[in-house]
């Protein structure tokens, strides 16, 4: 084999590496029609499990009295809040419930699993599950009772819905219109298909036990801490389910600046984790485990807006090396949106997402700009800062 066919073998093993991307979706979708069997999670008459519900905050606690208003009307008794303020002024969270409990870190811990060991460490019993909410989150009132159907069958770990709660900018529109794509496809097709569904960073819920083992023996900076929870979870050999109905509700990014600096830090953790990936394919291809295989598999996909554009690239340098590639790569195209267009139609999506749906190229442009912040995305915060913007400004 001489050095031209090394090249063109190169270049078509890319091509399958990045194209299985787009179609991927579409054969979850199909595989889910054949083996779908709907199963019953009814509400059951076991005593109310005991919850330690963790909340995070870095340096802003605007919506905390929101957070705490919003669980407190929880259908349920059997809870606890953990408020983690670190790095935060806590003289305005009183609040007169002794169900709340504020914890105000003595020095900065500037990391999620911190937050939560620090919570843990200071239970005021010994929870049987935790879940984890961001200081930005609302959540349904039968948020609890709906985890406890999965746990109820066996599951050790639980992944909720994030909906949106603000769609009043375009870029939370679209921010919104991804999540229902990757909650319909990484969440409620995964699990349903026999593998598990990816972990959101919060409305997650786990046996506390769980999580010490995964966790407990790590020391986490940065963002990320859910891709190294859900490869610890799926590589010990537990599902992760989806509950379709503990749904919390995400404040989505509103504004340019926040969109690049969060999505910095999102790529900068698919850099630093994806090669999971590797390990968890190559464990479920040894023990013909499906769940770590399929996982595994997921785990290797690019951020959405990256393999789009290298797949674009491929298409067209392809109209001059290789026409019917360059066909291929366009029906892979056509395959990937009608896949995506389903994800919103099947999920009954606000009027407001399909009428942003014409700014996908603003929102890719942005996203290419935190591509050049990938390399320190985690110093310019470790957080996401909220504010409901101007309608007015896109």
């Known amino acids: ?93 009183k609040f007169e419930d002794d169900r709340v409990i504020v914890l105000r870190p003595e020095q900065t811990l500037s990391s999620n699993t911190r937050s939560h060991f620090y919570a843990i460490n200071l239970f005021k019993r010994a929870h049987e599950r935790l879940t984890i909410i961001d200081s ?25 819905v994030r909906d949106a709660k603000n769609l009043d900018t375009l870029y ?8 229902i794509y990757y909650h319909f496809y990484d969440g409620k097709l995964l699990y349903n298909v026999g593998s598990s569904a990816t972990l959101a960073g919060s409305g997650m819920a786990f046996t506390t036990q769980l999580y010490k083992e995964c966790l407990g023996h790590l020391d986490i900076t940065g963002a990320g801490f859910d891709k190294i929870l859900q490869k610890e979870i799926v590589s010990r050999g ?13 404040e989505k990014t509103s504004k340019s600046d926040q969109l690049v600096n969060q999505r910095a830090r999102w790529i900068n953790t698919w850099f630093k984790y994806f090669s999971f990936g590797f390990g968890l394919i ?25 393999f789009l554009l290298i ?45 942003s749906l014409w700014g996908i190229p603003t929102f890719i442009f942005y996203q290419v700009l935190s591509l ?17 913007a101007d309608k007015k400004t896109q």
Not at 138 to 159: C, H, I, R, T
């Open 1 to 93: 084999m001489n050095i031209q066919d090394i090249i063109k073998l190169i270049w078509y093993v890319f091509q399958i590496a990045i194209g299985y991307n787009l179609v991927l979706p579409f054969l979850l979708l199909v595989l889910y029609a054949i083996v779908k069997k709907k199963t019953e999670h009814n509400l059951t008459s076991k005593p109310e499990a005991d919850y330690a519900i963790i909340v995070t905050a870095y340096e802003q606690t605007t919506l905390i009295p929101a957070v705490v208003a919003s669980l407190l009307k929880l259908n349920y008794s059997n809870f606890l809040i953990y408020i983690v303020a670190d790095k935060c002024d806590v003289s305005d969270l």
């Open 136 to 160: 930005d989150n609302l959540v349904d009132p039968n948020y609890l009772l709906e985890l406890n159907k999965l746990f109820d069958l066996g599951f050790s770990a639980v992944q909720g």
């Open 172 to 179: 939370a529109a679209l921010d919104g219109a991804r999540d």
């Open 238 to 250: 537990y599902r992760i389910a989806f509950a379709n109905d503990a749904i919390v509700f995400d």
């Open 282 to 306: 190559g464990k479920g291809i040894f023990q013909l485990n499906w769940n770590k295989f399929l996982f595994g598999l997921i785990l290797l996909r690019p951020p959405l807006f990256i």
């Open 311 to 355: 797949g674009l690239f491929c298409m067209l340098l392809n109209l001059i090396l290789n026409p019917f590639l360059a066909l291929i790569w366009f029906l892979g195209f056509v395959i990937f949106i009608i896949g995506f267009i389903l994800a919103l139609a099947i999920n009954n999506t606000d009027a407001r997402i399909y009428k």
């Open 372 to 388: 050049l912040k990938v390399r320190n995305a985690n110093k310019h915060s470790v957080a996401t800062k909220h504010f409901h």
